[in-house]
């Protein structure tokens, strides 16, 4: 499995942003899926994760309710919606597949990683 995520960029607080993540492979639908991100200096950490048929989803305090996950089996594909986004959002976001959504277990497949920075 191949992952690219797409829609980082550069926002101001209180913006919205939308990441997306292309899955290549046809086992896409089977497994849980999610999103992570690593600020400069910090480690990476859970912020979402869906499982495989989308019916339950894992947030990270700090984006609960403002943040929502999903995804589209159909078009292999993952979606991080971000509202009201902070200057503390500003990190790398990653894509992940084949993993558990409470993030308890390793991921099998990360992607490259897209950027988003808020600015304050």
């Known amino acids: 499995v191949q992952l690219v995520e797409s829609g980082g960029g550069l926002v101001q607080a209180g913006d919205s942003l939308r990441l997306s993540c292309a899955a290549s492979g046809s086992t896409f639908s089977i497994n849980a899926m999610g999103w992570y991100r690593q600020a400069p200096g910090m480690q990476r950490g859970l912020v979402a994760a869906?499982?495989?048929?989308?019916?339950?989803?894992n947030y990270a305090d700090s984006v609960k309710g403002r943040f929502t996950i999903s995804r589209d089996n159909a078009k292999n594909t993952m979606y991080l919606q971000m509202n009201s986004l902070k200057p503390e959002g500003t990190a790398v976001y990653y894509c992940?597949?084949?993993?558990?959504?409470?993030?308890?277990?390793?991921?099998?497949?990360w992607g490259q990683g897209t950027r988003v920075t808020v600015s304050s």
């Open positions: 869906i499982t495989s048929d989308g019916g339950s989803t």
């Open positions: 992940t597949y084949g993993g558990v959504i409470t993030g308890r277990l390793p991921w099998d497949y």
